[in-house]
Structures are given as C-alpha cells and as structure tokens.
C-alpha cells in the first residue's frame, strides 16, 4: 500500500474542516496508509516585513524537511504550479506507484506559501486553481483529490 | 447593496458542508444581499442513458431559470469555463456592480453539470479548477471565493 503524507503548516480549527477533512481521509485509508501532518506555523509581527516573512517560510521549510521520508516523491502545492484534471491527476498517482514510488508527499505552506529553496527540492510544484484559497480549505480540497485519483483508478461512479 | 444568489442542484447534506458554506455565507452578508437557492434534482435511473441525462438537465433548466431574476447578470460554473485568479474575479464582480448590474446569478449543476442551452444564456462561463470537485464542495469554494472577492476590493489583510 502506497503511503501519502499531506504535511500543512498550520492546524485545522474549524470544526467543519476538520470533520471535512477527517471523512475523506477516512475513506482513503481503504487505498492508501494516509497521514496528515501539522507543523506549527512561525509567529510574525501583525505587519511583516519581507525578510521577517523570508525568514519565517525558511524555519517552517526546516520543520518540513524533518517530516519528510527520504526517497518520498515531493509534490509542493503553490499557485504557479501546474494545473491536471482529476485524470491526470490519477495517473499520475499511478505512475509513481508503477515506478516504486512507496511514499508521495504534498505539501501546503501557511497564506505566505511556501519557502522557495523547498519548492525547488519538489519533483512537482502543483495548483489546483488559478484563485487562491484558504490553505485549510486547500486541504480540504486536496485530500478529496486524493481519494478521488484512487476511485478513478478504482473505476466506480463516484467520478463521472 | 448588490444581490448575488448561488443556485445550487441538490442539498447540502454533510453538516461539514452546510457550516462551512454558513460560514461563509455569514460573513458575505456584510457585503451583499446574499442568498443560497437549492433545486431538487431529477431523479434518474441506476445507470442513465444519455438520453435520460439530458432530458434530466433539460428539467433542471427550466426550474433554475424560474429562480434567475430578470436582468440578472449569469455566470455558469462548468469545467470548460475561464479561469481567474481571486484579484480578477473580484475585478470581475466590481466591474458589474459599476456597470450597474444588480444582480449576479451564479448556477452549479448537479454531478452531470448543467444544461447545454442554459449555459449558452450565461454572461460568462467560469471555472475554479480543471479538477472536478464534488458540487456540494464546489459550492463552499465558490462562496469563499465571492467572499474573498469582496475582501479584496475593500482591502485588508484576508487575501495577501
């Protein structure tokens, strides 16, 4: 069974994305060993400066970095990411399972993103829409594209 | 205040779903006359022909187009739309209120979309991904989004 880790910076508060959350993870664990992993985000000031920001994203990418298993396939979520359709997508689930693959990673940074020296470790930076979200929503989202990759290639009716 | 209605095919029924769109819908009452329409969609069989989806989204049309206030500018949500980023979605809805229309219709169809004449009335076709999401979800993310649209245009630190 594959392993694919979400690994967030920031946590769930809200009560209907957590629950949102927790069901489509629920149902992946019939296809995958699914994990979803919290790091806390670095305090900063209510006006940020860019540095102050730089500096931030670079001690969260450390934090990140120490989640990671070695060997993982690296996907970093960001907006200039490339867009799939949820086929696409799928396959290309598939594919790094055929290719050995045992552990894909997706990443999802704080509203600031992502530190940039991290994306460029990514195998795949990746969108899923040119507006931007709330990264707790996105998690949400992400984790049903997830589930819905597996039912696809699962075949079935829950993507038409 | 400018109206803006969700027309929606089927019920929210995950509480996860209905919160989070109520949450949403709660903030945007700050900003606009806003209101959420659901439609009870045909029932079809097991495994529908595609006769039988089309006569299906045909009857869907005509009772979405009962609820479409005259006058009202229309925007269908499908996967084939335009896409935009969050800044010029908000340019979008601002244009329109300047343009003095005074009402947005946005219509969501059912897992089999929505009618292909219907879609042909919309001012605009839109899309949020090239991913295809479960409609229930697409519609908290379309509600953020008209949020987040009004946040932008009014500043502040929501959307950075």
Known sequence: ???????????LK???????????EKRL???????????????????????EI???????????????P?????????IEGKQFSSEKFSKYINDAAING???IVFLIGSSYGLDEALKQTADLKMSMSEMTFPHKLARVMLTEQIY???KILGGGTYHK
């Open 70 to 78: 070695q060997g993982a396939l690296r996907i970093a979520m960001c």
């Open 29 to 51: 664990s019939s296809f995958c060993n699914f994990e979803a992993v919290e790091i806390t985000p670095e305090r900063l000031s209510e006006n940020p400066t860019q540095n």
């Open 54 to 68: 730089v500096n931030a994203l670079k001690k969260e990418a450390a934090a990140i970095e120490k989640k990671i």
């Open 101 to 103: 693959r045992g552990c």
């Open 148 to 150: 819905r990759a597996f």
């Open 1 to 11: 069974m594959i392993k694919i880790k979400i690994i967030s910076l920031g946590k």
């Open 14 to 24: 809200e009560k209907f994305f957590i629950d949102a959350a927790r069901e489509y």
